[in-house]
């Protein structure tokens, strides 16, 4: 360039500055582009893990977002880098629509199969959906792995071509995985079945795809992470890991699926012996140079858990036949113990350093991704322990708290991220601009003070070309040159340490301690439980009887009765053959199976039985209904000179509280919302006939569990339809049809009775589990105001939650009046838990135990006790005022009154009992002062106020009356 006065400047740029500059393109353009479905992926994931509860297949879902979402994209991106570099065959810029097509083809097959394990509960659309989505995945790996064939095939001999070799091998398992994914998927297996089939598709897909290519990757990347050399035995001592890791991968997958157990385990040993080895290798390497930060921590201690996992997985094919075979306490370990933190770790380190920008730049992403390694790789540590411990000796609070605070931990990752690219590029931009800066202040050979001629801006006199301060760092590469025998440039030591790794370890136990501590003041039996756990048992007979115990839907254990000579230690192997609801096994000494969906099992340690003990089912109501068993002591001496191991733990094992206090004086609360008594008109217009005369109403009910006030200062965690206690209120006409969509959203199984259809209840009626729907279809043949209920047992106990509702359906010539209303009367029966909302009120649920007494805690009209004594109805002199009335019990019925009215038309049960001042034999100046229904029993009343004034309507029954059934009218 040819700057004023004639003289000719020229700007000599360093090669990092030159690439900092340069556009993006190439591999590096690649990089974002592949990557993104990885971040799309964790967000999706942390979103899962926090509404997981509202998921259908939320486990399923959960363990396969990471395993083919993050795990899957990683490595077909990863892999093909690491392929180029090791290769030293770096494909050019047109092959990259072509793996970024690879890409989006696994992806799809991704969505693809967790829509259509969604979708379980419909078949048609299930089964191809599963089958179409595995072999999407399967043909999208195996496309890869074709791929990196032929780029081996391609290119030079290569020292570390071993590496692709075992790329290779990796990638052509998981299309063997995908099939026996969908198998699983599909198939109708027995339970044996179904584990054989699970423990070789974990095998293939989790110990072979993902383990062979991690521990083939951290050949060149684990001496790259830790900034040192690789030893000169890493080949032949990594060849025998390997090997060792593909025959145990074979030998389980073979062995399982035919039955073989002894041979299943003994390939999960070799599998393990071969972790062995890769962590030996791993050690001797950072003998050299400790890990320091959160790639190297979180990587070493992947490994840990995935050597974990292996043993843990081959005592339980040992220990239980395939029937009773569990792989799901262990699932943990192998997801977010070895998957999830081997991929944060391996990233940590190369996303900046495959950014680039040099060294400032690429310290600068290492700055904030590396922030505060030594805590979370704690908190990581200890609560994935608090996790995989027995749930009878942890409880579930602490369990809870645990994976809040593991989530966080590893989640911490996203921010950290976005963190470091914006440093990067800022740190890349600033570079840049001081450059510029100096070119502009100075002549070419100008240098900074006190810098060597020929050299870059503060650059070393012996750096060599391509190594100053911007230049880019690729890791496989310098891996490789690691490994060649040179340490590594102190120019390239782009690692940032922590500060303080003790204080952080201390934190980070101290921080996973206050939750612990939390979850104990939540539950404290579950202290007892923990000291139940670690304390001494009384001597037994030194032998184990297992027990294998079904929870049915017939609300009952089978066998409910088990006897066990006195001094063994018994194992129950509980599952849960009720294909709709959620039970749990809970025993009184606090071992428990904690919260079962249908179809899964969990093994109970009841510990050495010296008398008999007590289990029930603690899911609300089942133990009222009969859910309980009972374990006899066969040859025990008589109680109290012995202990069981039972701790001090309540009766009901419910957490059960006292009666809330009331003040049914009090206003309701500030957030709550008055719920309209005003009825309207039957809908007609804009509705579609139903080809018989009358139109079709069409309703989606949508089961949740809600917090919700019922009384001033008292909050109830109700079950609802549609958010409400009392559900929405459907009005039609005789003849009308309504299609009603049931969806559960709630945590356990529920169901709607409509008392207006005359169908066959078998299939509309049935219980659904959580995340299922279904259609129900009726008719209305017959006028009246009609109960709907949740049917699934204990029935009580669902509808004193808050799930029922009305339809009214007009009897035909029904004459129109100046005011109607809508007034459903029930009754719930409730306990304190001993905590309050966020509002302030006692918190409470519903006591089943109550309910037989028939002493609700609460009376009400339309799901609150007092919101119309708050907020009264309205009507005006003279006109004529219709209420429909219904009481939906659960077990009560009402008398409903009008102090200070007197009713000309009341209609019962689809029939006039006056109308307008008549009886039915034609008399006339006749009224009534009540109307009596009982449970699940309606009606309606007209009367005309003829003076203005306040009229309080109550439930007659003045015991419900003062609990809260009654309200106000104002006439003006």
């Not at 089978?558 to 129950?572: K, M, S």
């Not at 043949?781 to 939650?801: N, Q």
């Amino acid at each position: 360039m040819t700057a004023p006065g004639g003289a000719t400047t020229v700007t000599v740029r360093t090669r990092g500055e030159q690439q900092a500059r340069r556009p993006g393109g190439g591999r590096s353009s690649w990089h974002r582009r592949a990557s993104r479905p990885v971040t799309v992926w964790m967000l999706v994931l942390l979103f899962a893990v926090f509404f997981h509860r509202w998921l259908p297949e939320a486990r399923w879902t959960l363990v396969h977002l990471v395993a083919l979402g993050l795990i899957a994209n990683s490595i077909l991106i990863w892999s093909q880098h690491f392929a180029e570099a090791l290769l030293k065959h770096r494909l050019p810029d047109s092959a990259r629509p072509a793996q970024l097509r690879r890409i989006r083809t696994l992806n799809l097959g991704v969505v693809v199969l967790i829509a259509g394990m969604m979708l379980t509960p419909y078949p048609a659309v299930h089964v191809p959906a599963v089958l179409g989505g595995a072999v999407l995945v399967g043909g999208a790996v195996a496309w890869h792995a074709a791929s990196l064939g032929r780029q081996l095939r391609a290119a030079l001999p290569a020292r570390f071509a071993v590496t692709v070799r075992w790329y290779i091998t990796a990638a052509w398992l998981l299309p063997v995985g995908a099939v026996l994914g969908a198998v699983l998927g599909v198939a109708d297996l027995s339970a044996a079945g179904h584990a054989r089939v699970q423990l070789a598709h974990e095998a293939v897909n989790v110990l072979g795809f993902v383990g062979l290519t991690v521990t083939g990757t951290l050949l060149t990347l684990w001496p790259t992470i830790l900034r040192t050399r690789m030893p000169q035995s890493s080949l032949p001592r990594l060849r025998l890991a390997l090997g060792l890791l593909l025959a145990g991968v074979l030998g389980a997958a073979t062995s399982a699926p035919v039955g073989w157990r002894s041979t299943a385990a003994a390939g999960l040993g070799a599998y393990a012996l071969g972790v062995v080895v890769l962590l030996g290798w791993l050690v001797s390497v950072a003998r050299t140079r400790a890990p320091r930060d959160y790639a190297g921590l979180s990587v070493l201690a992947g490994i840990c858990w995935l050597l974990a996992g292996a043993v843990w997985t081959g005592i339980l094919v040992l220990r239980a036949d395939w029937a009773g075979l569990d792989l799901t306490p262990v699932t943990p370990v192998f997801v977010a113990g070895f998957l999830v933190q081997v991929l944060l770790g391996a990233m940590t380190y190369l996303l900046p350093a495959t950014m680039g920008g040099g060294p400032a730049a690429v310290r600068a992403g290492n700055r904030e991704l590396t922030r505060l390694s030594w805590l979370r790789v704690t908190v990581v540590q200890l609560c994935l322990i608090l996790f995989v411990l027995p749930p009878a000796l942890t409880g579930s609070w602490v369990r809870a708290i645990a994976s809040i605070l593991g989530v966080l931990a590893l989640a911490a990752f996203l921010p950290l991220m976005i963190r470091a690219v914006r440093a990067q590029v800022a740190a890349r931009r600033a570079m840049i601009a001081a450059r510029a800066a100096t070119a502009d202040r100075g002549r070419p050979g100008d240098s900074e003070p006190g810098a060597e001629p020929g050299s870059a801006a503060g650059s070393a006199p012996w750096a060599r070309p391509g190594s100053g301060p911007a230049a880019r760092t690729d890791p496989a590469s310098e891996a490789s040159g690691h490994a060649a025998g040179s340490p590594p440039s102190p120019r390239r030591d782009h690692g940032v340490a922590p500060a303080h790794p003790r204080r952080e370890i201390l934190a980070g136990a101290g921080l996973t301690a206050l939750g612990v501590a939390a979850g104990l003041a939540l539950d404290p039996s579950g202290l007892q439980r923990a000291l139940h756990g670690l304390g001494r048992e009384p001597a037994g007979t030194g032998h184990t009887t297992r027990v294998a115990v079904k929870a049915t839907a017939a609300m009952r254990f089978e066998p409910a009765e088990i006897t066990v000579p006195a001094g063994d230690r018994l194992i129950l192997e509980v599952t849960n053959a009720d294909e709709t609801t959620v039970h749990d096994l809970v025993l009184d000494g606090g071992a428990t199976s904690g919260r079962l969906d249908p179809g899964a099992s969990a093994s109970v340690d009841a510990g050495v039985i010296t008398q008999d003990v007590d289990g029930w089912c603690s899911i609300v109501g089942h133990r009222q209904m009969g859910m309980t068993l009972r374990i006899r002591a066969d040859g025990a001496s008589s109680p109290g000179e012995e202990s069981s191991g039972r701790g001090d733990s309540s009766a009901d094992g419910q957490g059960a509280g006292t009666e809330p206090a009331l003040d049914l004086q009090a206003a309701p609360g500030k957030d709550h919302r008055t719920r309209s008594a005003v009825l309207d008109p039957a809908a007609v217009d804009g509705l579609e006939p139903n080809g018989t005369g009358g139109v079709i109403h069409r309703v989606t009910l949508t089961v949740t569990e809600q917090t919700l006030e019922v009384a001033p200062g008292v909050a109830l965690r109700a079950w609802t339809y549609n958010g409400d206690f009392m559900g929405p209120t459907l009005r039609g006409r005789v003849g009308d049809t309504f299609e009603v969509t049931l969806v559960n959203r709630a945590s356990m199984g529920h169901s709607v009775d409509f008392h207006a259809g005359d169908i066959a209840p078998d299939q509309p009626m049935r219980t659904i589990a959580p995340g299922e729907s279904l259609e129900y279809r009726f008719t209305a043949h017959g006028a009246g105001i009609w109960l709907y209920h949740c049917s699934t047992a204990p029935m009580s106990s669902h509808i004193a939650a808050g799930m029922f509702g009305a339809v009214v359906v007009d009897p035909p010539e029904l004459p129109t009046v100046d005011r109607e209303f809508l007034l459903v009367h029930s009754e719930t029966y409730l306990k304190t838990t001993g905590r309050k909302d966020d509002a302030g009120r006692q918190l409470t649920e519903v006591d089943p135990a109550r309910v037989p007494t028939g002493v609700p805690t609460l009376a009400m009209f339309n799901g609150h006790a007092t919101q119309y004594a708050a907020e009264p109805l309205e009507a005006r002199t003279g006109q004529r005022v219709r209420i429909w009335t219904l009481a939906a019990g659960p077990s009560l019925g009402m008398s409903f009154h009008v102090v200070g009215g007197q009713f000309t038309t009341v209609y019962k049960e689809g029939a006039y009992r006056l109308l307008e001042e008549r009886d039915a034999f034609g008399r006339t100046r006749g009224r009534a002062q009540a109307l009596d229904l009982a449970s699940a029993q309606g009606g309606f009343v007209e009367l005309t106020f003829t003076e203005p004034g306040t009229y309080t309507f109550v439930n007659h029954s003045f015991a419900q009356m003062e609990r809260g059934a009654r309200g106000l009218i104002r006439v003006e």
